[in-house]
DNA sequence: TTCTTATACATTAGAAACTTATGTATAAAA
DNA sequence: TTTTATACATAAGTTTCTAATGTATAAGAA
């Protein structure tokens, strides 16, 4: 999609995937966890979810997104389907079996990373 | 160094294979916290005190440590203060002016984090 | 009707944050 | 006396992202 000189910094200002690089390294747990809980879902449907489930916070780029789907079939964690829509292609995404296993393991260590950022960020409670 | 099986360096498990890419991104928010917290501390001391509070979980590797200081104090977020104790070398480092004020927005960054990774993990609960 | 926005995929150059390895040096412990 | 701990440092290579670009169709606004 074209973008018009003026407006790209606008735009890159709220859709790139947040400021700060803490969200990096969270795109193939984040994608592994939708795609648990939706069975299915296509890469334009998961930025527009991600984008509704954060209320806009969290903008997942393209070129971020489509790579990363990429890699995750490649590794077998996750399988694809063609489907013609409106005339229009959507790839449909879904956990294998190796990538449903793989998701537990993975949201087991988003909780341990949150925890240990919660006991740096307040060390008073101890988590 | 050697890494023992169980830690985790900045990123990855090394034996494990579980892949935790969660704290890319992080050094620096828990650089600046710690600072803001203990007034100064060196790097060393940093490396310790993370593996204390996280139980060993989270080990910060010496290559990703070091730059990040440099590139703190480089920002002019951190101040830094040689010292000889025992013979060797320490370099405390503090907070500068702008790195508390900047440490505000990168803890609130932090909480925004946690509460966009919560809402994507538990969509049951609205954070 | 024509221009723009939205939908839907993709790739690539370059930036940035890491890992792994290596290096120097001193002090303490086994 | 050999290893581990303390304390700094850099550098090559990897991975993950951003920003930009590209193709194509459908819908909405001017």
Redesign the interface.
């Known amino acids: 999609m074209f973008v018009k000189a003026n407006e790209i910094n606008l735009i890159s200002k709220t859709t790139n995937m947040?400021?700060?690089?803490?969200?990096?390294?969270?795109l193939?747990?984040?994608i592994m966890?939708?795609l648990e809980?939706k069975g299915r879902m296509y890469g334009y449907e998961i930025t527009q979810k991600?984008k509704e489930?954060?209320q806009g916070?969290?903008n997942i780029t393209e070129g971020a997104l489509y790579p990363a789907l990429h890699k995750l079939e490649a590794e077998g964690l996750l399988d694809v389907e063609m489907e013609k829509v409106d005339n229009r292609l959507r790839k449909y995404y879904k956990l294998t079996e190796k990538g449903t296993t793989e998701t537990v393991?993975?949201?087991a260590?988003?909780?341990?990373?949150?925890k240990?950022?919660?006991?740096?960020?307040n060390?008073k409670l101890s988590y």
Chains 1, 2 share one sequence.
């Open positions: 947040k400021n700060s690089q803490l969200y990096k390294g969270s193939n747990t984040i966890k939708l809980e991600v489930i954060t916070e969290l393991n993975r949201l260590e988003l909780e341990d990373f949150i240990n950022m919660q006991s740096i960020v060390p």
